[in-house]
C-alpha cells in the first residue's frame, strides 16, 4: 500500500480524490499496490466532507502529514510560494516523495527543491505543472532524452487560450470570458498571472530548463499578457489570415537560450492554430524526431488531475523497486 498525505483539496486536490476513487482498481493493477490517501491538508474542512472524506482524514496542521511515518508521497495541490515551499522541504527531510503542480514554486525555487529531493534520495515529479493533462515533461526527460533540443513552442496557459478563442470566435468581451474561465476551475486563484502573461512564462521557464539541460528561471523569460490585446486586432489579424495566440517560445542558438511569452499572429495553417478554448500544445523540434506536438486539455480539475496521478503512480512503481531518486534534475549546463 503506498500512502498520499494530500496538501490542498481545491480544484486539482478534489480531482485527484475523485479519480484515484473512480479508477482505483485498474490504477491498483498498474502500479502493482493500492494508492491511499491517508490524511488532506485543508483550510475548508467542507470541501473534503463533500467529497465523503471522514474528519479523521482532514486536518489543518501539517505536522500531522509530516511526523506521520507511514505517509510515502507528499502531494502538494495548494498552490503559491510560502508555505508550499517549506511544506515540501519538511516532507523530504523526513524521506517522503513529493508531486506538485504548483509552477510558481518550480520556476522560482526549482533548484533548491531538485537540490532537496537529492540530497534526501526522494522523487520529486511534476508533471501537472506544464500544460495541464498533457503529458511532456516526463516525453522530454525520457523518451526525447537523445536529441539535441533546438525550439519549444507552446500554447500553455488554458485561461487566456480560452479568452481568445471566445473573443474571435464568438465575439465575447474580455471580463465576461475570463469570469466563464474561472467557473469552469481553468484559472489561478489570482487569474492576473494568466492574463499578463506570468502563469505561461513560468511554464516555459520549466520546459527550457528540462529541452536545453540549463535552469532558466522566472527573471531570465520577456512577458507580456493578452490584456492588450482588442477586438479590432483579432479582425485585422483574420482578414490577412492569421489567428491570434499567446505564445511561450524558448530556442537554443549557438548555446545561448531565448525564452519569451507574447501574444502573436499564427498562420490559419499552422498547427498551433487549430489549437482552442482550453487546449494547450507544446510543438517541440529536435534534431533527431524533427517536428512534433503534444495536445490536449491544459488546465481543469480531471484533466490536471490525470498528470498528478501519474506521478503518483510512477513513484508507486519505484518504491516497489527500490529505485526512487532515478529521474532527478538534468540541468547540467549553464548557458546563458
Ligand atoms: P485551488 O482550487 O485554490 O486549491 C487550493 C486549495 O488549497 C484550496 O482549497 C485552499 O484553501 C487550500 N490551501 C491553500 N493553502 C493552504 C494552507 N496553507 N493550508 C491548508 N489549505 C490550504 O487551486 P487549484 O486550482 O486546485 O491549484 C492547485 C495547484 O495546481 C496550484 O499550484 C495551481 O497552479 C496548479 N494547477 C492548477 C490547474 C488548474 O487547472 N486549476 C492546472 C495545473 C496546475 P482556500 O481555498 O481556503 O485558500
Ligand atoms: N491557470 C492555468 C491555466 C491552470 O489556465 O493554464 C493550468 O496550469
Redesign the pocket.
Known sequence: MVRVGLLGCGTVGSGVVKLLRQNGHIIAQKTGTEILIQRVLERDIKKCLALGLGEEVITQNIEDIINDESIDIVVELMGGIEPAFSFIIQAMNKGKHVVTAN?DLIAIRGKEIFSAAQECGVDFYFEASVA?GIPVIYPLKQSLAGNQIQEVIGI?????NYILTKMSKEGKKFDEVLRE?QELG???ADPTA?VCGL?AARKIAILSSIAFNSRVTLDDVYVEGITSISPRDIQYGQELGYVIKLLAIAKEEEGKIQVRVHPAFVPFNHPLAFVNDVF?AVFIIGDAVGEIMHYGK??GQMP?ASAVVGDIMEIGRNMLHHTSGRIGCTCFSEKE
Not at 500553455?156 to 487566456?160: A, K, P, S, V, W
Open positions: 509552477k495541464g500553455l496557459n488554458g485561461t487566456t474561465a481553468y484559472a489561478e494568466d502563469d494547450n491544459g488546465a490536471t
